[in-house]
C-alpha cells in the first residue's frame, strides 16, 4: 500500500522519481525501490516523505484512508 501510495502522490504532482530522490538526497534507482517494494523505507524517509506529500504517515502505510495530516502539536 505505502508503495503505490508514494507513487501516486508523487504523479499527482507530475514530478519525476529523480525529483523526489534529489529531496531525499538518495539515487533515483533507490528511489524507484521504494515504489517497487523492493526497498524498505527507512523511518526517516518515510517522515520525510509524508512532510514532502502535507499527509500523515498513517496514511503513508495506509492505516488510514485519511489524506488530510494531523494538526500540529502545541
Same mark, same amino acid.
Given at each position: 500500500?505505502?508503495?503505490?501510495?508514494?507513487?501516486?502522490?508523487?504523479?499527482?504532482?507530475?514530478?519525476?522519481?529523480?525529483?523526489?530522490?534529489?529531496? +531525499?538526497?538518495?539515487?533515483?534507482?533507490?528511489?524507484?525501490? &521504494?515504489? $517497487? /517494494?523492493?526497498? %524498505?523505507?527507512? @523511518?526517516?524517509?518515510?517522515?520525510? +516523505?509524508?512532510?514532502?506529500?502535507?499527509?500523515?504517515?498513517? &496514511?503513508? $502505510? /495506509?492505516?488510514? %484512508?485519511?489524506? @488530510?495530516?494531523?494538526?500540529?502539536?502545541?
Amino acid at each position: 500500500m505505502v508503495y503505490n501510495r508514494i507513487r501516486d502522490l508523487r504523479e499527482d504532482k507530475d514530478l519525476l522519481q529523480k525529483d523526489m530522490a534529489d529531496y +531525499l538526497h538518495c539515487t533515483q534507482v533507490a528511489y524507484s525501490r &521504494y515504489e $517497487l /517494494g523492493k526497498r %524498505d523505507i527507512p @523511518t526517516e524517509v518515510l517522515v520525510a +516523505l509524508a512532510k514532502f506529500h502535507h499527509t500523515s504517515t498513517d &496514511y503513508l $502505510l /495506509g492505516l488510514t %484512508d485519511v489524506e @488530510t495530516p494531523y494538526p500540529p502539536k502545541k
